[in-house]
């Protein structure tokens, strides 16, 4: 005799699937990143995928420099975002990115040379989670879209660090609340 369905069943996906599915599918897809030898023209990627991974790396590291404003303007939050910070750092890497061009957060976030990629942070600890979240979920878009004219390797990368964005986006929001 089969189990009735519970009536408190969940809409959406869990916390522990989200944490877990996240960093194992950027690992499965972080293994194959950078695979190419340069030396060899034939194997390596096209032009227009270097320019996508070139593309994809300068995005990560925008976020990156999002994170970083954040924690410096919110150091309350540090802790909280310093772990999603350190994955978007790994993003960028896989994608040919600098190691970690921002290694630790910038000290002043209002200095005279701000990139447009690091816009002013909100002054709520709320509003600023707000902005980041908005951010992830406009990128992990873009990549989404991006990946369905890519070639295989570089396919699987992006809708993995999209779908790992897609779980940032859920932390930000409703998952650390």
Not at 5 to 14: C, H, I, K, V
Not at 45 to 71: K, N, T
Not at 93 to 114: E, Y
Not at 128 to 143: C, F, H, T
């Amino acid at each position: 005799m089969p189990f009735p369905s519970s009536p408190r069943a969940r809409s959406g996906p869990r916390r522990r699937s989200l944490l877990a599915v996240g960093p194992a599918a950027f690992a499965l897809a972080g293994c194959t990143a950078g695979g190419e030898v340069p030396g060899d023209p034939e194997d390596g990627p096209s032009a227009a995928d270097r320019r996508a991974r070139a593309r994809a790396a300068r995005d990560s590291e925008g976020l990156v420099e999002r994170y970083d404003a954040v924690i410096a303007a919110h150091p309350g939050l540090a802790e909280r975002l310093r772990p999603l910070r350190a994955e978007t750092v790994r993003h960028a890497q896989a994608f040919g990115g600098g190691p970690g061009r921002k290694a630790a957060p910038s000290p002043s976030p209002s200095s005279s040379s701000a990139a447009p990629s690091a816009p002013a942070v909100p002054g709520d600890d709320k509003e600023a989670l707000a902005s980041l979240a908005a951010a992830e979920r406009e990128l992990a878009d873009r990549r989404a879209k991006a990946l369905l004219g890519m070639p295989g390797e570089l396919a699987r990368l992006l809708a993995s660090v999209a779908a790992a964005g897609a779980a940032h986006v859920y932390l930000l929001t409703e998952g650390g609340a």
